[in-house]
């Protein structure tokens, strides 16, 4: 765990799949599940599994008593920009796990 500090702000480095270590990170940073809060995931779930992703999500929407959860994550794999971006990754040898069974906005929003 990774905390570094401004006079308004804190920025946590966590590993995303261990969610006991972001819960502690959070408690250590003075959070309040309780506030409203904004949860951007920008590129981040993608590349867990889609069951650690899920998890992630639910923990926060179990956690969080006000949040709204924005995903920017690659979406339309199979329209021309997406066969490109996919095969980019598959050089990359960097596999985009959710891509495949969340394809679309509306089944990002149905998960």
Not at 10 to 24: E, H, P, S, T, Y
Not at 25 to 35: C, E, M, Q, R
Not at 81 to 103: E, I, K, W
């Amino acid at each position: 765990l990774l905390q570094l500090e401004g006079t308004d702000y804190k920025l946590l480095a966590v590993d995303m799949n261990d969610l006991q270590m972001l819960d502690l990170g959070l408690t250590k940073a003075n959070f309040n599940p309780t506030v409203p809060t904004l949860v951007l995931s920008e590129v981040v779930i993608t590349y867990l599994t889609n069951e650690r992703s899920s998890a992630l999500i639910k923990w926060a929407a179990d956690s969080l008593s006000s949040a709204v959860f924005v995903i920017y994550e690659q979406i339309c794999p199979d329209d021309p920009f997406g066969l490109v971006m996919r095969q980019h990754f598959r050089q990359l040898n960097s596999t985009l796990h959710a891509v495949a069974q969340y394809p679309d906005a509306k089944a990002q929003q149905k998960r």
